[in-house]
């Protein structure tokens, strides 16, 4: 059974940077097919897909954040990690780690709030 927990700061001023981190059990993030995903979920709006990385450490990004976001892995700790750079209060969301074989999303982490403030 996949587990995965985010953790971060929940509170980051304007310009800064948000760096999250989802440390997963009950499987390796090296597993063939399977992607490792962020997402986030502002106030009153649907999901947003960020990004992810797959088996090959290859990443894949929002085109509308393609330019600030960057993901990443540490496989000696099955963790892998979002930041996200210059941030202002639109970036203030429920931020998500989830996976699945082919991006199902079929495991999600239990989300993490991250507050920008002004």
């Known amino acids: 059974h996949v587990q995965l927990q985010e953790s971060g700061p929940g509170l980051v001023k304007s310009s800064q940077t948000i760096s999250l981190t989802c440390t997963v059990s009950g499987e390796t993030i090296t597993t063939d097919q399977y992607f490792w995903t962020w997402i986030r979920q502002p106030p009153w709006k649907g999901l947003e897909w960020i990004g992810d990385?797959?088996?090959?450490?290859?990443?894949f990004y929002s085109p509308s954040l393609e330019s600030r976001a960057s993901i990443s892995r540490d496989t000696s700790k099955n963790q892998f990690t979002l930041h996200l750079t210059s941030v202002t209060p639109e970036d203030t969301a429920v931020y998500f780690c989830a996976s699945g074989l082919l991006r199902q999303f079929t495991y999600w982490g239990q989300g993490t709030q991250v507050t920008v403030s002004s």
């Open positions: 990385i797959n088996v090959r450490g290859n990443t």
